[in-house]
C-alpha cells in the first residue's frame, strides 16, 4: 500500500497569510493526489484532484503542486472560512490512501 | 443536486452487529459505484472498498474482510455497510463517498461524501 505522510499535523496561521501543506507518497505516484477539506457540520469537500486541478467551485487561493512522492497545497491570503482541517488522498492505485490530516487554525 | 445522506448515530455494544446505511439522490444510483471510508475517532480517513451499484458485487480492502459487509436497496436508492461482532476499534464515524466518474473500476478521487455515521462500540 501507498503511505501517504502529511505535515505538518497543526498549523497556526493568521488571515491574509499564505500557508503550505505537505503530503509525501512512499512511492511514486504521478501526479494523482487529491486534496479535501473537513469542516464541522458540512460534508468533506473535494479542493483539488491530479496534483493541481482545482475542482470546480474551489477558490483560485487554493493551489497544488508536485509530481512522483512530494506534493504541496498551498492557501493564499487565508479567509476566515479556510480554517479547516485538510487531507490529501492518493488516486494512482488502490487501496485508495489518505494522509493523517493537519488542522489548520486561526492563531 | 446530488446527496448522499446518511443513517444517525448508533451506539452499540461488543459482539453485537449494527447496519447504516447511505441514501443517494440528484444522480442515478446504479450509474457510480459506492465506496465506504472510515475514520477513527482523531484519526484520519481509512478507505474500506466499494460495492458495484450496478451488480451489487463489493470489493472490500484487506483490513476490512471478513465482519463487514455492503450491500444494496437499489430500488431505493441506497448503500448499506454492516459490522458484524462489533469491536471497540470498530468506534469510528463511517462515511460513504462517491466519485465523479461511472467508470467503477476508476482509480480516483471523491467527489460526494455523505454527512458520516458516528458508531459508538462501548460495554
Known amino acids: 500500500d501507498v503511505q501517504m505522510t502529511q505535515s505538518p499535523s497543526y498549523l497556526a496561521a493568521s488571515p491574509g497569510e499564505s500557508v503550505s501543506i505537505s503530503c509525501k507518497a512512499s512511492k511514486s505516484i504521478n501526479t494523482y493526489l487529491a486534496w479535501y477539506q473537513e469542516k464541522p457540520g458540512k460534508t468533506n469537500k473535494l479542493l483539488i484532484y491530479?496534483?493541481?486541478t482545482l475542482q470546480s467551485g474551489t477558490p483560485s487561493r487554493f493551489s497544488g503542486s508536485g509530481s512522483g512522492t512530494d506534493f504541496t497545497l498551498t492557501i493564499r491570503s487565508l479567509e476566515p472560512e479556510d480554517f479547516a482541517v485538510y487531507y490529501c488522498?492518493?488516486?494512482?492505485?488502490?487501496?485508495?490512501?489518505f494522509g493523517s490530516g493537519t488542522k489548520l487554525e486561526i492563531k | 443536486q446530488i446527496q448522499l445522506v446518511q443513517s444517525g448515530p448508533e451506539l452499540k455494544k461488543p459482539g453485537e452487529s449494527v447496519k447504516i446505511s447511505c441514501k443517494a439522490s440528484g444522480y442515478t444510483f446504479t450509474d457510480y459505484a459506492m465506496h465506504w471510508v472510515k475514520q477513527a475517532p482523531g484519526k484520519g480517513l481509512k478507505w474500506m472498498g466499494w460495492i458495484n451499484t450496478y451488480t451489487g458485487k463489493p470489493t472490500y480492502a484487506d483490513d476490512f474482510k471478513g465482519r463487514f459487509v455492503f450491500s444494496l436497496e437499489a430500488s431505493a436508492s441506497t448503500a448499506n455497510l454492516q459490522i458484524s461482532n462489533l469491536k471497540n476499534e470498530d468506534t469510528a464515524t463511517y462515511f460513504c463517498a462517491r466519485m465523479y466518474t461511472t467508470d467503477y473500476y476508476y482509480v480516483g478521487w471523491f467527489a460526494y461524501w455523505g454527512q458520516g455515521t458516528l458508531v459508538t462500540v462501548s460495554s
Open positions: 488522498q492518493q488516486h494512482n492505485e488502490y487501496p485508495l490512501t
Open positions: 491530479s496534483g493541481s
